[in-house]
């Protein structure tokens, strides 16, 4: 088989795929409607904070983070390439869409770490 | 229900110098007909210069593909009825260059398709062995893409293919599945090869269009997916694994 970098980006869109699609609606029903609407307490600083302690708990976190965000940066390279008919910059999109993923998820492995 | 419906077909005609145009013409309606039989009662009583391509009239050859109002159709499958009360457009298949009329050049998908190379291959050979039996299951598992007529309809619907002709396209990538997944082929990693480059099923965003014309439920929008999932994991195992065989 030739060598080729496009499956390697393809099992990350495709793993962020299966974590988004489990978490993110779980994450986004908790902080975006149950605790606004009072269905349940909001929780506290220490609280909150205290969950994420476990390095296990943070690296899960990391892994939704990252993951989701290349699912992202994927998509949204082709959505450039081909929805808006930018074929010709299209080293530029991937650089910049792929490159933006390895920044934030780098950002967060830092801030991960110095919890 | 009305007697008379409108026609307008697609024109082109490349010996005369003329412009691709629409020409309308008003036939009989007949509850039974097809648009395969409005055309040949055009081509019979009307006028003989249209040219399109058919031949078994029902569903098995693959050749009466079209675009009709706007979406790609045998046209051997397609009831009059339906389209009531028209007028009906109908042109080549899209994505397609046009020889003439509605007969469209399909160099193209012939090319890819030889590329995949849609055939058992097998590594050797026992000539002791008469014949090579399958289970159910194993013939379950490449049944449906063995079903696929080159109709090409799934060209015309995919919107990849139009922005990006090098694209291999669902067909062919459907048909090289039907012999990945066939127990008695050894020809899997042949086909990777032409299929893992910039033209191959990475390009492919899982639109879908595809597996929703196809008129024989091959669905090559999964065989795709199936395809990219198996692609993802020999690149892993080659990364992983460079000393293991490549299979």
Redesign the interface.
């Known amino acids: 088989?030739?060598?080729?970098v496009?499956?390697?980006w393809?099992?990350l869109f495709?793993a962020g795929g299966a974590i988004s699609a489990l978490f993110l609606p779980v994450l986004s029903i908790i902080i975006g409607l149950a605790i606004p609407f009072g269905w349940i307490d909001i929780p506290s600083y220490e609280h909150i904070y205290g969950i994420f302690e476990p390095l296990s708990v943070r690296l899960v976190l990391l892994a939704i983070i990252s993951l989701s965000l290349f699912h992202w940066a994927h998509r949204f390279r082709?959505t450039l390439y081909?929805g808006l008919?930018l074929?010709r910059f299209k080293y530029i999109i991937a650089i910049l869409c792929y490159g933006s993923a390895i920044t934030i998820v780098a950002f967060a492995s830092y801030s991960l770490w110095n919890y | 229900m009305a007697d008379k419906i409108t026609l307008e077909v697609f024109r082109y005609r490349p010996d005369d110098n003329s412009e691709p145009s629409f020409q309308k013409y008003m036939i009989p309606l007949q509850r039974d007909w097809v648009i395969l039989d409005a055309l040949n009662y055009i081509k019979d009583h009307i006028d003989g210069t249209l040219s399109y391509r058919w031949s078994c009239r029902m569903g098995i050859c693959g050749s009466c593909g079209m675009m009709v109002n706007e979406k790609p159709v045998l046209t051997c499958a397609a009831f009059l009825e339906n389209l009531i009360p028209g007028p009906v457009r109908i042109e080549p298949l899209e994505n397609f260059p046009v020889v003439r009329d509605l007969v469209i050049d399909m160099r193209d998908f012939l090319e890819k398709l030889k590329r995949v190379k849609p055939w058992i291959i097998r590594e050797q050979e026992d000539p002791a062995i008469e014949e090579y039996k399958q289970t159910p299951d194993q013939l379950a598992d490449f049944k449906q893409y063995s079903m696929c007529i080159n109709c090409m309809l799934c060209y015309s619907a995919c919107p990849v293919y139009g922005l990006e002709p090098e694209f291999t396209g669902p067909a062919v990538i459907a048909l090289a599945q039907r012999y990945n997944m066939d127990n008695r082929d050894h020809g899997n990693s042949a086909r990777m090869d032409a299929l893992s480059d910039e033209s191959g099923m990475w390009q492919c965003t899982f639109i879908g269009d595809c597996s929703k014309v196809c008129p024989k439920k091959v669905d090559p929008a999964g065989a795709i997916q199936r395809y990219k999932v198996h692609g993802a994991n020999t690149w892993w195992k080659n990364l992983l694994l460079p000393w293991a065989k490549d299979k």
């Open positions: 088989m030739k060598s080729h496009e499956p390697f393809w099992s495709g082709f081909e008919q074929h």
